[in-house]
């Protein structure tokens, strides 16, 4: 007889959300609904009748995490709109700027995974800050990655959290040649350590896919060799950067995509009624509290060709480089990957750029109103910005984020897991939830979703 169980919140990752599963007697998922609960930022509605030159800035501070992806992708979506093509040395910053952004995520995700896994040859878990070596190298590894990416990231974004330089039409700025030397030395450095972090992540990850159990709350829950598996679909549109309606050959299409509401997905109401004290931190929902997914999920739902899609490194590195390993591990081995490349992107973008070439176009369009879309492969997956600028103002604007696409795929991956490792499932997808949040609450005694902000 099925059981309803709920880990709320879930953690280790950006933003709050909550997994509701029904369990069997056993403990296996037979469905698990993973959803947003974080409060909403509005973000779209905010930048309704800003200048074109805002809405970027506004875009880029629905996150901390992501803003060089919002940033880039909401400035490419109205140049779309506006029909503006930007010179070449403004898209090889762009291009930088964005690598070192993926650089900079990848290790700081390496920090929230690795105390799921275990040290190679033991049954103990690292802890990413252990003074004990091998990890504490590591660590110092990992923080001196993140710094590199941070950077390169500062220097051709003008800050490396909500990037100034990027500007409708290209760049404010280029770079000087003696800042162009300071990337090259760092991005020659991070590309030895990204590949020693790779390959010791992808032996820590090979580890745990051999291994017959997990350790959670002193308990040891078997391994399935199927772990994170889903039968959807996946979807990119470029290896490194990606793509817009600017295109000679775009690689995304927005009549292909449909957004479902959460009431007409999720689950409906169920009694949470079974508990385990001992699940860490703080234990699961007590038994008899009421839970409603389909109206308290605080995000729509996605689908292209009619299905959900995973977003992501593994979508690129299955679209562009003939990559198929399923399952959490094969979605985290893909990440590691994605390692070595961001830093061989910067050093081929650094070594085309003309630190005297023009980065702003010589004509910047007002705009008529026309439909305009960017994709930016952000490091956790497509995000896509569609815009209507008109007289130089926003008329109309949608954010469709990575972790949007990846909330229903990553549902369905939870089937036929324990439940005990759904929250390991959710972390390979490294999700931002508060980059997802696009509904309100507007009935508070019930929480109640009920007014999608977007349209």
């Given at each position: 007889?099925?059981?309803?169980?709920?880990?709320?919140?879930?953690?280790?990752?950006?933003?709050?959300?909550?997994l509701?599963?029904k369990?069997n007697?056993?403990?296996?998922?037979?469905?698990?609904?993973?959803?947003?609960?974080?409060p909403?930022?509005?973000?779209e509605?905010?930048?309704?009748?800003?200048?074109?030159?805002?809405?970027?800035?506004?875009?880029?501070?629905?996150c901390?995490i992501?803003?060089?992806?919002?940033?880039?992708?909401?400035?490419?979506?109205?140049?779309?709109?506006?029909?503006?093509?930007i010179?070449?040395?403004?898209?090889?910053?762009r291009?930088?700027?964005?690598?070192?952004?993926?650089?900079?995520?990848?290790?700081?995700?390496?920090?929230?995974?690795?105390?799921?896994?275990?040290?190679?040859g033991t049954?103990?878990?690292?802890?990413?800050?252990?003074?004990?070596?091998p990890?504490?190298?590591?660590?110092?590894?990992?923080?001196?990655?993140r710094?590199?990416?941070?950077?390169?990231?500062?220097?051709?974004g003008?800050?490396?959290?909500?990037?100034?330089?990027?500007r409708?039409?290209?760049?404010?700025?280029n770079?000087?040649p003696?800042?162009?030397?300071?990337?090259?030395?760092?991005?020659?450095?991070?590309?030895?350590?990204?590949?020693?972090?790779?390959?010791?992540?992808?032996?820590?990850l090979?580890n745990?896919?051999?291994?017959?159990?997990?350790?959670?709350?002193?308990?040891?829950?078997?391994?399935?060799?199927?772990?994170g598996?889903?039968?959807?679909?996946?979807?990119?549109?470029?290896?490194?950067?990606?793509?817009?309606?600017?295109?000679?050959?775009?690689?995304?299409?927005?009549?292909?995509?449909?957004?479902?509401?959460?009431?007409?997905?999720?689950?409906?109401?169920?009694?949470?009624?079974?508990?385990?004290?001992?699940?860490?931190?703080?234990?699961?929902?007590?038994?008899?509290?009421?839970?409603?997914?389909q109206?308290?999920?605080?995000?729509?739902?996605?689908?292209y060709?009619?299905?959900?899609?995973?977003?992501?490194?593994?979508?690129?590195?299955?679209?562009?480089?003939?990559?198929?390993?399923?399952?959490?591990?094969?979605?985290?081995?893909?990440?590691?990957?994605?390692?070595?490349?961001?830093?061989?992107?910067?050093?081929k973008?650094?070594?085309?750029?003309n630190?005297?070439?023009k980065v702003?176009?010589?004509?910047i369009p007002?705009?008529d109103?026309?439909?305009?879309?960017?994709?930016?492969?952000?490091?956790?997956?497509?995000?896509?910005?569609?815009?209507r600028v008109?007289?130089?103002?926003?008329?109309?604007?949608?954010m469709?984020?990575?972790?949007?696409?990846?909330?229903?795929?990553?549902?369905?991956?939870?089937?036929?897991?324990?439940?005990q490792?759904?929250?390991?499932?959710?972390?390979?997808?490294?999700?931002?939830?508060?980059?997802?949040?696009?509904?309100?609450?507007?009935?508070?005694?019930n929480?109640?979703?009920a007014q999608?902000?977007?349209?």
């Amino acid at each position: 007889m099925s059981k309803v169980v709920e880990i709320s919140p879930t953690t280790r990752h950006e933003g709050h959300s909550k997994l509701v599963m029904k369990i069997n007697d056993e403990g296996i998922v037979e469905r698990g609904d993973w959803l947003s609960i974080t409060p909403v930022r509005g973000v779209e509605k905010l930048a309704l009748g800003k200048t074109m030159e805002q809405v970027p800035k506004i875009a880029s501070r629905v996150c901390g995490i992501c803003p060089i992806a919002h940033t880039l992708a909401a400035t490419e979506a109205m140049e779309a709109s506006i029909k503006c093509h930007i010179p070449k040395d403004a898209h090889l910053l762009r291009v930088i700027l964005q690598a070192a952004n993926r650089l900079h995520s990848i290790a700081l995700h390496n920090i929230l995974t690795l105390p799921d896994m275990y040290l190679p040859g033991t049954d103990t878990k690292i802890n990413p800050f252990s003074k004990e070596e091998p990890v504490r190298s590591v660590a110092k590894r990992i923080i001196r990655l993140r710094e590199i990416g941070q950077t390169i990231g500062a220097i051709a974004g003008g800050e490396a959290i909500h990037p100034s330089n990027p500007r409708v039409g290209g760049m404010y700025m280029n770079v000087s040649p003696r800042a162009k030397d300071k990337m090259y030395d760092l991005a020659k450095e991070g590309r030895t350590l990204a590949q020693e972090q790779s390959e010791f992540m992808i032996a820590v990850l090979r580890n745990f896919q051999r291994r017959d159990w997990a350790e959670v709350a002193g308990k040891q829950i078997p391994i399935p060799k199927n772990l994170g598996y889903h039968n959807q679909g996946y979807m990119a549109t470029d290896a490194i950067y990606g793509s817009s309606s600017l295109d000679e050959n775009p690689k995304w299409f927005p009549e292909r995509y449909i957004e479902t509401r959460p009431w007409d997905w999720y689950m409906g109401e169920v009694t949470i009624d079974f508990e385990d004290p001992t699940y860490p931190i703080g234990g699961t929902t007590k038994a008899g509290t009421k839970a409603n997914p389909q109206m308290q999920a605080c995000t729509g739902v996605p689908t292209y060709d009619g299905q959900p899609v995973e977003v992501g490194p593994r979508a690129r590195l299955v679209t562009f480089k003939n990559y198929d390993e399923k399952g959490t591990v094969g979605q985290q081995i893909a990440r590691q990957l994605e390692y070595p490349d961001t830093l061989y992107s910067i050093i081929k973008c650094l070594d085309e750029l003309n630190p005297s070439g023009k980065v702003l176009a010589d004509n910047i369009p007002q705009g008529d109103g026309s439909l305009g879309w960017a994709a930016n492969e952000a490091p956790r997956g497509t995000d896509v910005h569609l815009a209507r600028v008109k007289d130089g103002k926003l008329k109309w604007f949608e954010m469709l984020v990575p972790t949007t696409w990846n909330l229903p795929t990553c549902s369905r991956a939870l089937t036929g897991a324990p439940w005990q490792l759904a929250e390991i499932i959710v972390r390979g997808y490294d999700p931002c939830v508060s980059c997802a949040t696009h509904m309100i609450v507007v009935d508070e005694a019930n929480k109640i979703v009920a007014q999608k902000l977007i349209q």
